[in-house]
């Protein structure tokens, strides 16, 4: 399986800003989609964004339209995503996994190619 590793939660002030990295290894992401997903306690774990394996398009959960930005970096091999106007429902463990194509961020998700990490906990809290 491939591998990947989440990393940049922490905790945050309502409003504020976070960037989660997952980073590849084993692999090339120019070849695979990355999705973001979460759980929160108690609660199903649900897609967040995904982006595609040419890079060129982007899919985000509308809770978070306009807030959140995936990117990608080939070169570090690492995916990006960036929190911003953070709010205390974003509360959870983020998780990224890869694909061959986004899936649908609003269908359960198993992932086909990589397994659940560690994952990293972002906490929105004043």
């Known amino acids: 399986q491939l591998q990947l590793v989440e990393s940049g939660g922490g905790l945050v002030q309502p409003g504020g800003s976070l960037r989660l990295s997952c980073a590849a290894s084993?692999?090339?992401?120019?070849?695979?989609?990355i999705g973001w997903f979460r759980q929160a306690p108690g609660k199903e774990r649900e897609g967040v964004s995904c982006?595609?394996?040419?890079?060129?398009?982007?899919d985000y959960r509308d809770s978070v339209k306009g807030r959140f930005t995936i990117s990608r970096d080939i070169a570090k091999n690492t995916v990006y995503l960036q929190m911003n106007s953070l709010k205390p429902e974003d509360t959870a463990v983020y998780y990224c996994?890869?694909?061959?194509?986004?899936?649908?961020?609003?269908?359960?998700?198993?992932?086909?190619?990589?397994?659940w990490g560690q994952g990293t906990q972002v906490t929105v809290s004043s």
């Open positions: 996994a890869a694909d061959w194509g986004c899936p649908n961020l609003y269908s359960d998700y198993t992932p086909v190619l990589s397994s």
């Open positions: 982006i595609s394996s040419s890079g060129d398009s982007t």
């Open positions: 084993g692999f090339s992401l120019a070849l695979h989609a």
